[in-house]
């Protein structure tokens, strides 16, 4: 599984956009990318997933480049309950869903 | 819906004792696994499942057994255990298949003195 890259933190405003960039510059045409959260010391929480194009959910939008070596994640309307560390996976098609690697996310704090 | 449950919540544990952290699921999920996390790290995985009756190893295996005897359940053994061993633990499953969602378990602490 290609191995990604995120910055440790940011922090993003109350009510305004969060984007929480990932590189993976070493993807395969094969693999996923996936969003996870985690707040506190929480079980991570699935967010969104995609392959090539962009994907939208209830809880975010996930923007993949178009050579599939970076991608953002947008929160739209940051709240205070958003304060968590976001983990950016990529996951060969073919592989275990179980066999997920995280690194260490990236800590985005919402504030007031 | 109980999804995933892990027990206990926190446990200590004196070097060389022997313990089983459990972890089951009531949603039928084939595939279930096991991560440890350290302060200010990420989610290592110790070991997975792919169904019953079939294990493997993940990143950090070492001190840890587990067994899937039934699609419900994969307890995790640690056979003696080590203060390298303090950390949080997190059982998570999922369905085989396109959507990607592992479902936690609300996470085990713990401290190995």
């Known amino acids: 599984d290609a191995k990604t890259t995120q910055p440790p933190s940011m922090d993003c405003a109350e009510g305004r956009a969060a984007n929480l960039p990932c590189n993976h510059s070493?993807?395969?045409?094969?693999?996923?990318v996936y969003w996870y959260r985690q707040i506190h010391s929480q079980g991570p929480q699935y967010i969104i997933h995609?392959?090539?194009n962009n994907e939208t959910n209830e809880m975010a939008s996930l923007i993949i480049t178009e050579d599939r070596k970076s991608s953002t994640l947008i929160l739209p309307h940051a709240t205070l309950r958003d304060t968590a560390v976001y983990y950016c996976?990529?996951?060969?098609?073919?592989?275990?869903?179980?066999?997920?690697?995280f690194g260490r996310g990236t800590q985005l704090t919402v504030w007031p | 819906n109980a999804g995933v449950t892990q027990t206990p919540k926190f446990q200590v544990l004196k070097t060389g004792q022997s313990m089983t952290l459990q972890c089951a699921q009531d949603?039928?999920?084939?595939?279930m696994s096991w991560y440890r996390q350290d302060p200010g790290m990420g989610l290592r995985l110790i070991h997975y499942?792919?169904?019953?009756?079939?294990?493997d190893q993940g990143e950090v295996p070492n001190g840890y057994n587990v067994s899937r005897s039934t699609t419900e359940d994969f307890p995790l053994r640690l056979l003696s255990a080590a203060p390298s061993q303090t950390s949080v633990y997190f059982c998570?499953?999922?369905?085989?298949?396109?959507?990607?969602?592992?479902?936690f378990g609300e996470g085990s602490r713990l401290t190995v003195l």
């Open positions: 998570a499953s999922s369905f085989e298949g396109t959507t990607g969602e592992l479902f």
């Open positions: 070493t993807i395969s045409g094969n693999e996923y």
């Open positions: 995609g392959l090539k």
């Open positions: 996976i990529v996951r060969f098609r073919g592989s275990t869903l179980g066999r997920l690697y």
């Open positions: 949603m039928n999920h084939e595939y």
């Open positions: 499942s792919v169904g019953a009756g079939i294990t």
